[in-house]
């Protein structure tokens, strides 16, 4: 550990105050981040003063999230390497969103953390392509498949995805995550099975919408493709002309997917893991 940088060991309550500082947000909006974390780190240093704080949140394949950050200041990268570093002992495999305000992507990987993927928005015209289900599948939007268990096994298609946590019964309610089920379309397979979900909404009049989450078994098909079109098809009913597309984790063949489309990347965070 650098001379001078301290890192202990805090439970996720205590991280309030610094998530509070890293995030500009009051302690009590936050109360969900924390909550959320199993573990958490505070860095200081020799004058007990907060260099920047941790917790781990837990993903379904990857370990866990650092969520959290450091401060800007002269400890800056050595309290960063601190935290991921203690973390790492603790817990294992971990992985961070490297937005340049929260840590510092370049002494990251220069330490030894390797990009695993990327939070990406893409945007541009609401594109055309039209593209059909695969045989063995139905989309319908999600407003038609009020089932929460089949709901939920279709958003449980992201889970496998790095970037992405486990998928909670409140989700799968009507209007989770400011989305709209209007908008969002579901794929079922001939069982009636959930194997795919792509949520839209609308925002600021533009569409807005999270790239699609597709079973494993249905990702060397045409269902990605034919999500996209479906939410795409039923904005442009709605008037809507431009779009944003969030994706966490998609692989280098999705992105390519969706260039073609002439959507062009906007923001991009490269998510980096150690472990």
Known sequence: MPVGVEVRTVSPTELLPAFAGLYGAAPGDLAWMAEACEAGFVALN?????LGAVGTRPSPQ???ELVGGV???PWRDEAALALVRAAHAEVGRVYLFAEGYLFPPEVLLEAGLREVGAYRRLSGRVPYRHVDPPVGTQLLPLADVPDPETRLEALRTYMDRVGHHAVTADAAADGAGGFDSHLSVIALDDMGRGVGVCRAAIDGGKGRLDAPGVASGWRHTSLRAALLNAVNTRLRAAGITRVN???????????????TLHLGVTEETPILALG
């Open 245 to 259: 597309v969030d994706s966490w984790g998609d692989t280098p063949e999705d992105l390519a997917h969706d260039l």
């Open 62 to 64: 990857h370990g866990s």
């Open 46 to 50: 020799d004058r007990e003063e907060v």
């Open 71 to 73: 401060f800007p200041g």
